[in-house]
């Protein structure tokens, strides 16, 4: 059980919270913020004759309505139901578990005005793996990821569908199943819901826990291509990196250097004097990426432990404040950046596929004993070429768009969304192009026995020859490259 407080939650606590299937439960802490808020803006309401944007006006350009104290709860069931204008597909279950796990630790900081009873549905839904259906198209990623949310929140109120256990169903129907009456949203409860970068942020994090592995992956599927390709080891020498000493390049060298240790491949003599540079300038690129994914790892951590939404309510200095906290883009920029970097992994990956099959230092083209009849790996690289074409494309930055929403209330917004879907298919095709790589490599040391690589290197392979034997003669490679994906996962 992982208890939800104010404290701050690590980045590799949620990956351990997720991999382990870990339930939840809100803090003392926690409860007595949330009531203590909740218990502040009652007051607030009752005695004062005030407005406050969101909980008794309208919402956006309609922010100069005032709203009667007897529709305040049906403004906020309306908030939901009309924001939920999401479109395209729906959203992964692991992004949407994140959402909610992100969601209940922004209101678990108490200053968002939200029922106890509201937050706890959002701690069962988690618990019970009730996962609401969401799209991924309909987020500015500012005022909130509006749509993505408000979908989120649908089924609080028995309104939307849910999955659970991969059927999607009525969320009034899964309600009922469980003994759970609909919430009735109290006053600014639906603007605390829909305002927030969750959206974002779950995307974000499933990203970066993903690029951390991939980042692993590379290096490890490198090393193997480095022995596969005949390569020297001294681009990798220390003395090489300490005088240029960015943290990524000397870990990534060090790691070479380890997972290459006493190969009998890397210490023969070499014919070549220099080898190209998806080989030998390994740590530069992969370490500036594993440098870009650190900052990233930094602007998340702060993101996933901030408050979002908006109006922000300080009980103990008797303040609502309206301001935009919401506004997504410290991560816009950070996923358009994580996206590159990742990026960048898969494009040096193709080059080295490229070169194994090329014919060069003893290797047959395309890694066939008999070329002409046999095609043998020329057409993964072309997958993974046209992978890495898209790979680009899906790159062009989305921070750098804005378009004019709300009548012109929302007058510049993020698209920190529009980023983070993207980031989630880069993620993917940097995947699928390692394990083309991986694939290629494997092959190409077949080529170089009765010489071994190191320990690591052998170990890996003989595991990985269990599930792929070598290719022999022409065979549907498919399957081969997603068993590989695989493999590559379960590193």
């Known amino acids: 059980m992982h208890h939800i407080s104010p404290d701050p939650l690590t980045l590799e606590q949620v990956g351990q919270i997720l991999a382990s299937g870990r339930k939840i439960a809100l803090s003392p802490e926690a409860t007595r913020r949330i009531e203590h808020c909740r218990r502040y803006l009652d007051d607030k309401l009752a005695a004062a004759n005030d407005t406050f944007y969101g909980i008794n006006t309208g919402f956006g350009s309609l922010c100069n309505v005032r709203i009667e104290h007897h529709e305040l709860e049906q403004l906020q069931t309306n908030l939901v139901m009309s924001h939920a204008?999401?479109?395209?597909?729906?959203?992964?279950?692991?992004?949407?578990?994140?959402?909610?796990l992100l969601k209940i630790q922004?209101?678990?900081?108490?200053?968002?005005?939200?029922?106890?009873?509201?937050?706890?549905?959002?701690?069962?839904?988690?618990?019970?793996?009730?996962?609401?259906?969401?799209?991924?198209?309909?987020?500015?990623?500012?005022?909130?990821d509006l749509a993505p949310l408000a979908h989120l929140s649908l089924p609080l109120i028995g309104m939307g569908e849910v999955r659970v256990d991969g059927e999607k169903?009525?969320?009034?129907?899964?309600?009922?199943?469980?003994?759970?009456?609909?919430?009735?949203?109290d006053s600014k409860e639906g603007l605390a819901l829909l305002n927030g970068t969750q959206f974002c942020q779950a995307y974000s994090v499933w990203c970066l826990?993903?690029?951390?592995?991939?980042?692993?992956?590379?290096?490890?599927?490198?090393?193997?291509?480095?022995?596969?390709?005949?390569?020297?080891?001294?681009?990798?020498?220390?003395?090489?990196?300490?005088?240029?000493p960015h943290e990524g390049q000397l870990k990534t060298a060090e790691t070479i250097r380890n997972l290459l240790?006493?190969?009998?491949?890397?210490?023969?003599?070499?014919?070549?004097?220099?080898?190209?540079y998806a080989f030998r300038c390994i740590p530069q690129v992969h370490g500036a990426s594993y440098d870009a994914i650190a900052h990233v790892g930094r602007v998340l951590f702060t993101e996933i432990n901030s408050v979002t939404d908006n109006p922000t309510i300080f009980p103990d200095e008797d303040e609502?404040?309206?301001?935009?906290?919401?506004h997504?883009?410290?991560?816009?920029?950070?996923?358009?950046?994580?996206?590159?970097?990742?990026?960048?992994?898969?494009?040096?990956?193709?080059?080295?596929?490229?070169?194994?099959?090329?014919?060069?230092?003893?290797?047959?083209?395309?890694?066939?004993?008999?070329?002409?009849?046999?095609?043998?790996?020329?057409?993964?690289?072309?997958?993974?070429?046209s992978i890495v074409s898209q790979t680009k494309q899906l790159c062009t930055p989305a921070s750098v768009d804005s378009i004019v929403s709300s009548n012109g209330q929302e007058d510049h917004v993020s698209m920190g969304a529009n980023a983070a879907t993207k980031c989630?298919?880069?993620?993917?095709?940097?995947?699928?192009?390692?394990?083309?790589?991986?694939?290629?490599?494997?092959?190409?040391?077949?080529?170089?026995?009765?010489?071994?690589?190191?320990?690591?290197?052998?170990?890996?392979?003989?595991?990985?020859?269990?599930?792929?034997p070598m290719v022999e003669e022409d065979r549907i490679m498919h399957s081969d490259m997603e068993v590989t994906v695989e493999f590559l996962k379960g590193l």
């Open 261 to 276: 240790k006493n190969s009998e491949i890397a210490a023969q003599e070499k014919s070549a004097v220099q080898d190209p």
């Open 169 to 185: 169903l009525p969320a009034a129907e899964v309600l009922y199943r469980h003994g759970w009456q609909p919430i009735v949203l």
């Open 320 to 326: 609502i404040l309206s301001g935009g906290n919401f």
């Open 424 to 468: 989630w298919r880069v993620v993917k095709n940097v995947e699928r192009v390692l394990a083309i790589e991986f694939f290629t490599a494997a092959q190409a040391m077949e080529f170089r026995k009765p010489l071994k690589s190191s320990e690591i290197v052998e170990n890996t392979l003989t595991a990985y020859r269990k599930a792929v």
């Open 85 to 100: 204008c999401g479109m395209g597909d729906e959203v992964p279950a692991d992004v949407v578990r994140l959402m909610l």
């Open 106 to 144: 922004g209101l678990a900081q108490g200053y968002s005005g939200v029922q106890l009873i509201t937050v706890q549905r959002l701690v069962d839904f988690y618990n019970n793996d009730v996962l609401p259906i969401i799209y991924q198209q309909g987020s500015l990623g500012a005022s909130g």
């Open 209 to 244: 826990l993903e690029a951390k592995r991939l980042y692993d992956a590379a290096n490890l599927t490198a090393a193997v291509s480095l022995d596969g390709f005949d390569c020297r080891l001294s681009p990798f020498n220390e003395l090489l990196h300490k005088i240029r």
């Open 328 to 385: 997504a883009q410290p991560l816009a920029l950070a996923l358009d950046y994580l996206a590159i970097a990742l990026a960048e992994l898969g494009s040096i990956s193709e080059r080295r596929t490229y070169q194994l099959i090329s014919g060069q230092r003893g290797l047959p083209h395309f890694l066939t004993k008999n070329g002409g009849v046999n095609s043998g790996f020329m057409i993964p690289q072309y997958t993974a070429a």
